[in-house]
């Protein structure tokens, strides 16, 4: 399956992250919000000025802006 | 003493179980950020049990100020309890700061809030599973409805789990390759992952205990939220291309055309006429008991017409205050300050400074406070001397009063104000991102968006009263002794005879030495300006200082042009603000800046009042 960055991930579907390419003290607290590899997650929305995103990650909405969302790459998850 | 620190995710609950037991009104609201500083109260039921309040926190590793204030605590305080209260609802991103608190607090109350939104038995079956695997007490409770809070009761005077000594139980949660961190000589409260240098390394331990987290949450029944499921549908419209910045201005307008223009039509002539008849009923029924003039001039035209002036904008207040509370509350300030956050990053600033500018408009001290829930320094500094050119509710019945005199058929005279204010907050962020405009993006943001819902009508209710019995203490303490001074100053001349007239007192002299200064702007009369230097006090007693000086406030538009006092009211809104709040901002900003800021506050009032009169004359 094709690796995605976040903001590629079409609205409301499920992707699995593979890849975080985050530095610093921004991925430590990602990482301890639940953004792990391994972990599924979906965007639910762009906001009007097209950023930041909305993201449903362990049934919490995130708002992660476009940059963040560039370095995040998921596989959608396919049923 | 036993103290009992209350900890948990950001909008779990924690300050409406902290209120439960200490009988105490603190700020609840549906966002991250609510409480920014520590709390401490007694608890009702036993005076030697002291509850501490703490910020919201994800983790034990801060990111956040508020964070860092939960750090600090934890370290330097060690508190014999600590109640780690969950968001039954949303369990996962609790128990990741479980773990981490497991480690190093044996004794540790697990408390799952919001069980009455579970279905029946839900909760029962979590209180089972958890027990079972945390070896900790856990109680589920419904803070704002008080169910089972006795059972915390219980066990915070249980001297049987009070006692024994309890040891740390960490390793559990570690992989087997990192069990030799347990033998680092960590402080208390420090958690592992900040002594794995090695990012794979403390990747792994983040993983391992959100796979210890699944194993516990593993047998218990998926229910997908239902509120989840509203928020989404919600959020479809609150986020729409379309709907978003309609809603997003519709809101704001509603907020202060029914403050302002509604309840001020509404409650305005009654509440003067009542004040009226409390002047003149105080005056006579004072000369009937043959008191001494002067002290009947004290009372009811400084002390009565002072402080009822200021008394006679309370339902606006009331009303500017509830619908503040009710927007915190649904969670809908927390979508206004993501839906903003593109604007906010073309100033170097994140969305999340539009809290505090919003805070701001109903008081600067607690919007000047809530910029702790900002993580660079850089950006909280910008808010923080950008703040107070918003306009806050004390200066909402100045312009209330003042437009309604000089354009009373012009309903956007008092909102424009409110426009100006922000304008310049977000002129001057900008300017003072200049250089580093891309500072304050340097860490990143993320937000959490609170699930929507119907705030709690007690919690408002009880909210509201709080702010207003603040508004009110400022009225009986600043306001009062305003009062009595302006009144004293317009009453006697500067050999302190009693002034023949208004026009011979300390007051109208000083006025005179100033106004020059103030003739350019178009109100450089002594009634203005000393008007203005009694808003030093607060920006309410512009209104007493009025009062006393021309007995009706409103008569000042005999007095200037409508362009001197659209003039007049620029200037009072962008020149520095009050006691208070300068005494918050040199606490958070030091003297030197606030100095800076005081000088700027009070040219770009200047220069701004100069444009506005210039425009309108």
Redesign the interface.
Same mark, same amino acid.
């Given at each position: 399956m094709k690796g995605l960055c976040l903001t590629e991930l079409p609205l409301n579907k499920v992707g699995v992250i593979d890849k975080i390419l985050i530095e610093g003290r921004l991925a430590v607290k990602l990482e301890e919000l639940g953004f792990l590899v391994g972990s599924s997650l979906s965007v639910k929305l762009i906001t009007p000025l097209n950023d930041p995103l909305i993201i449903l990650l362990n049934d919490s909405f995130w708002a992660l802006r476009r940059e963040t969302c560039e370095k995040i790459f998921v596989t959608l998850e396919t049923i | 003493m036993t103290s009992v620190a209350l900890i948990g995710n950001p909008n779990c609950g924690k300050t409406t179980v902290f209120n439960y037991f200490t009988r105490s009104n603190q700020e609840v609201g549906n966002r991250a950020g609510v409480t920014v500083e520590k709390k401490e109260g007694l608890c009702t039921f036993d005076k030697s049990v002291k509850l501490i309040d703490l910020p919201g926190i994800?983790?034990l590793?801060p990111?956040s100020l508020e964070e860092s204030v939960v750090k600090n605590y934890l370290i330097q305080e060690s508190p014999d309890v600590i109640i780690n209260v969950l968001d039954v $609802?949303?369990l996962?991103?609790g128990l990741?700061l479980t773990t981490q608190l497991l480690e190093f607090c044996p004794r540790l109350i697990l408390v799952l809030n919001m069980c009455d939104e579970l279905e029946e038995g839900g909760a029962s079956r979590i209180v089972a599973r958890l027990t079972e695997t945390l070896d900790a007490p856990v109680i589920d409770i419904s803070a704002v409805k008080g169910t089972n809070m006795d059972k915390i009761e219980k066990l915070l005077t249980d001297n049987d789990f009070l006692t024994p000594p309890c040891e740390r139980r960490y390793v559990r949660f570690l992989p087997e390759d990192e069990r030799e961190i347990s033998k680092l000589p960590f402080s208390r409260f420090e958690s592992i992952?900040r002594y794995v240098k090695n990012?794979e390394g403390?990747?792994r331990i983040?993983?391992q205990r959100?796979s210890y987290i699944d194993g516990v949450l593993a047998p218990l029944p998926d229910n997908k939220?239902k509120k989840?499921l509203l $928020?989404?549908k919600l959020?479809?419209i609150f986020?729409?291309?379309f709907t978003?910045?309609p809603i997003f201005f519709l809101v704001l307008f509603i907020i202060f055309y029914l403050s302002v223009q509604v309840t001020g039509r509404l409650f305005r002539q009654g509440t003067e006429a009542v004040l009226l008849l409390c002047k003149t009923g105080a005056a006579e029924f004072l000369f009937s008991k043959d008191v001494s003039p002067i002290l009947v001039g004290l009372i009811s035209d400084g002390i009565i017409a002072g402080v009822g002036s200021v008394l006679t904008f309370l339902p606006q207040i009331a009303i500017l205050f509830t619908l503040i509370t009710v927007l915190e509350g649904c969670g809908y300030m927390a979508r206004m300050a993501?839906?903003t956050?593109?604007?906010f990053?073309n100033i170097g600033l994140s969305?999340k400074a539009l809290l505090p500018l919003l805070i701001g408009c109903g008081c600067t001290v607690p919007g000047i406070l809530s910029t702790n829930a900002l993580e660079n320094p850089k950006e909280k500094e910008v808010v923080l001397m950008v703040t107070p050119f918003v306009p806050c509710s004390a200066k909402l019945p100045v312009f209330a009063l003042l437009g309604g005199s000089f354009f009373p058929e012009n309903p956007f005279i008092a909102p424009s104000m409110y426009i100006i204010g922000i304008l310049t907050a977000l002129f001057y962020s900008f300017i003072f991102n200049f250089q580093e405009s891309r500072r304050a993006?340097k860490?990143?943001?993320?937000?959490?968006?609170p699930?929507i819902r119907l705030p709690p009508l007690k919690s408002i209710f009880t909210q509201v009263i709080k702010k207003l019995q603040g508004f009110l203490l400022r009225t009986g303490t600043t306001v009062f002794l305003a009062s009595v001074l302006l009144w004293f100053l317009s009453n006697f001349d500067i050999s302190f005879h009693s002034a023949r007239s208004i026009d011979t007192s300390i007051l109208a002299s000083l006025g005179r030495f100033l106004a020059p200064v103030f003739a350019p702007l178009g109100f450089g009369n002594y009634q203005s300006v000393s008007a203005l230097l009694a808003g030093f006090f607060g920006k309410e007693t512009i209104i007493t200082a009025l009062a006393v000086i021309l007995k009706n406030p409103a008569d000042i538009a005999g007095l200037l042009t409508p362009g001197g006092g659209y003039a007049f009211m620029v200037f009072i809104l962008l020149s520095s603000p009050c006691i208070a709040a300068l005494s918050a901002l040199r606490r958070e900003l030091g003297t030197k800046k606030l100095i800076f800021l005081m000088i700027l506050q009070q040219l770009t009032a200047y220069f701004a009042a100069f444009i506005a009169f210039l425009t309108l004359s």
């Open positions: - | 994800y983790s590793n990111f $609802t949303n996962k991103k990741f992952e990012p403390r990747k983040t993983a959100y939220n989840i $928020t989404e959020d479809r986020f729409n291309r978003a910045f993501v839906l956050d593109r604007i990053k969305g993006e860490d990143g943001f993320f937000y959490e968006l699930y």
